[in-house]
Antibody, heavy 115, light 107 residues
Framework: EVQLVESGGGLVQPGGSLRLSCAASGFTFTNYAMNWVRQAPGKGLEWVSGIGNNGVRTYYADSVKGRFTISRDNSKNTLYLQMNSLRAEDTALYYC????????WGQGTLVTVSS | DIQMTQSPSSLSASVGDRVTITCRASQGISSGLAWYQQKPGKAPKSLISAASSLQSGVPSRFSGSGSGTDFTLTISSLQPEDFATYYCQQYNTYPPSFGGGTKVEMK
């Protein structure tokens, strides 16, 4: 059974940091580029960041460039998102997903940025 | 970056209706377009890839068409389980981008 389990979300003050994790199982993680997609409360989907299957190439939305860092550990089948200098507008449910190469999604982890 | 514009943003329809949602890309994306369905509290589910290829297990009442900049998702006969929000997403060019969504509500 394919599983993507996101974790690491929580309440953080503006300017703070969080590290999200996404543990993958049930498929060959190393075969897939991976992405983080977020959804603010009551809003639409927004692509945040992507990483190639070997971790060499990384991509970021302009809204998070310079603040967020995506990485992966293929030996642990885990995707990460280091989020620094968090802003209120980063408040969202964060999903990890291969996106267009396979329809696998986790349940998301909620990040709330508020004082 | 490519902007994806969906219309309408919401619609009201009845069971059995034919429903059409459109998605326009700010520049040509060939057939690099996917459609997703999302229900409240759930992750998105892929319906269609490559503009018109139905994902495995998706009912045949869903269909997609278009290429270049203009795309359409059609539900031929709306069923109770189809009330949801639908998103288009282009993946032809990085960064990938989503449309704003279309909420299909019960009339």
């Amino acid at each position: 059974e394919v599983q993507l389990v996101e974790s690491g979300g929580g309440l953080v003050q503006p300017g703070g940091s969080l590290r999200l994790s996404c543990a993958a199982s049930g498929f060959t993680f190393t075969n897939y580029a991976m992405n983080w997609v977020r959804q603010a409360p009551g809003k639409g989907l927004e692509w945040v960041s992507g990483i190639g299957n070997n971790g060499v190439r990384t991509y970021y939305a302009d809204s998070v460039k310079g603040r967020f860092t995506i990485s992966r550990d293929n030996s642990k089948n885990t995707l990460y998102l280091q989020m620094n200098s968090l802003r209120a507008e980063d408040t969202a449910l964060y999903y990890c997903a291969p996106l267009n190469s396979a329809d696998y999604w986790g349940q998301g982890t909620l990040v709330t940025v508020s004082s | 970056d490519i902007q994806m514009t969906q219309s309408p943003s919401s619609l009201s329809a009845s069971v059995g209706d034919r429903v059409t949602i459109t998605c326009r890309a700010s520049q040509g994306i060939s057939s690099g377009l996917a459609w997703y369905q999302q229900k409240p509290g759930k992750a998105p589910k892929s319906l269609i890839s490559a503009a018109s290829s139905l994902q495995s297990g998706v009912p045949s009442r869903f269909s997609g068409s278009g290429s270049g900049t203009d795309f359409t998702l059609t539900i031929s006969s709306l069923q109770p389980e189809d009330f949801a929000t639908y998103y288009c997403q282009q993946y032809n060019t990085y960064p990938p981008s989503f449309g704003g969504g279309t909420k299909v509500e019960m009339k």
